[in-house]
């Protein structure tokens, strides 16, 4: 039944949703009942073989995500903590088919913007740095990165806030922007 309440969610035209860490393995597994999402990948053990806890810089790339609107092309320092992060796909068509459709919506790069798929720069090993997803129509992305980690200064770097402040104005509710606290 459980899956059955998913599977209408997803499909409601009106429906969107954001699944970060624990949230983006989740929904990776739902990648059957989630439209456009099919070729979303599995996520696996890192390629280090151990949990990583840290910073690192991130890179949104042109995509149709509509949490993410006008943020393409913007890098930002963004918490990493996971131990199963790596993107595990079906096979390389899938991942070439997720790049041409521009599905990617979050990506791992070195400190001097390039793509990268070196530890640590890449700190699960995910195949083009891919660390954040999205459908088609962009009502649904996912994200290995935490946002929320890295949104307040008490935290040491605000960067995060960004991605929420995005999300707010994407559903013109620009005058909670600054009121975004606690997220």
Request: aromatic fraction near 8%.
């Amino acid at each position: 039944r459980a899956r059955d309440e998913f599977a209408a969610f997803f499909t409601r035209a009106d429906s969107f949703a954001l699944g970060i860490c624990n949230g983006c393995q989740m929904m990776s597994n739902l990648h059957e009942i989630i439209p456009g999402a099919e070729r979303w990948p599995h996520f696996v053990r890192n390629a280090s073989e151990q949990f990583e806890a840290r910073v690192a810089m991130v890179q949104i790339p042109q995509n149709p995500s509509i949490l993410l609107a006008g943020m393409q092309g913007s890098m930002m320092p963004i918490v990493v903590a996971h131990g199963e992060g790596r993107a595990e796909f079906r096979d390389e068509a899938h991942v070439e088919q997720i790049i041409l459709d521009k599905q990617v919506a979050l990506t791992f790069v070195d400190n001097r913007g390039a793509l990268t798929q070196t530890y640590p720069y890449n700190p699960n090993g995910s195949p083009h740095g891919i660390c954040g997803l999205t459908t088609p129509d962009g009502r649904f992305t996912i994200m290995m990165p935490h946002p929320e980690r890295s949104a307040e200064a008490i935290l040491g770097n605000e960067d995060g806030r960004l991605i929420f402040q995005s999300m707010l104005s994407s559903f013109g509710k620009p005058e909670l922007q600054s009121k975004l606290i606690g997220v």
